[in-house]
């Protein structure tokens, strides 16, 4: 049974550690001390060592009843900043931060929660194997569940706990995205006595820019430029310019389209100025269009209703580790967790949706015992 009180604790133990993407070890420290205590069999990967992380994937199972369904609860031990400053108020039902910092609930409740299933099933004979993967470096690329060997699983189906929508809010697709970079190279000169020697790489940039199709471009498509970066001094014209963006789209032609827009208007604007462009892209990760009469949605809708909690389906502008094991062969579905403001100072989340999601997952569980693999 979800022992409330023991859930909050572990809640409030993970934030105060401190884990950027990259530097999850205090958190897979605090995880691993934990499985000890349930004598679940657990192991470390080594995937950090592939893209410069300091501890990998922590993955655990327990053995279950032969026969039945098993499943895979999935929750990333990073926060998308620090939180070394972090300083937790307590507002009645609400945890939050004092505004300075964010909170973390993305997604240390989502370990929390998985914690805690872990302490209440530990021990039952009555329940399917259910598998446990805590990933690192989520928000960085997605890059612990790039790297993990789906070989070791047994689960067909995986819920992500990694959404502040509200609790019972099940996300059955997201769009793939590309991570687009163009460097610009002009001609530097003085800007002051031989302005027109120089070809200003920050002023080709701007032009592209202002002719680029950006923010939502239709129902399926979104586009962004989020980082400018070039020049050296006011008085030298800019002779090198590296500008980085994205694309987004459930569509993979509407996703090529938008990319080949995006590197003709950096073209365009060169040849217009003298400068010269490298544009590259690489795709971020796949899209995933699961139906709602699915039976892993079928399974959590169950489940939710047993608790008597109202469920909804919905698409997401956003990445998470589902979309890898979708793009890996093994289904997964997004689980809302109720937390608001994610990435951001204003970030907070209940404790009775912590509890909520915690009694859902116990409840999922169950509804597995009777269904064959």
Known sequence: MINKARLLQTFTDLLKINSPSLNEGGVAKYIAARLRKTNIDFYRDQSYKKFGGKCGNIYAKTKGRKGALPLLFVSHTDTVVETRRLKIVNEGDMIRSDGKTILGADNKAGVAVMLELMESIARKRDIGKVEFLFTVAEEVGLLGAKHFDCGKLGAQYAYVIDSGLPVGTIVTSSPSAAKITATVLGKAAHAGAEPEEGVSAIQIAAKAINRMRLG???????????????????????????????????SEIKLEKQIVHMHECFNLSAERFGGKIKFAWEKSFDTYQIPPEAPIVKLIRKAARSLKISTQTRSSGGGSDANIFNEKGIQAVVLGQGYNGAHSEQECITNQSLFQMATLLEALVMQAVGKKK
């Open 216 to 250: 939502r471009i239709d129902h399926e498509t979104t586009a962004n430029i989020g980082v400018i970066s070039g020049g050296k001094k006011t008085n030298i014209i800019p002779a090198r310019a590296r500008i980085e963006g994205e694309t987004r789209s459930f």
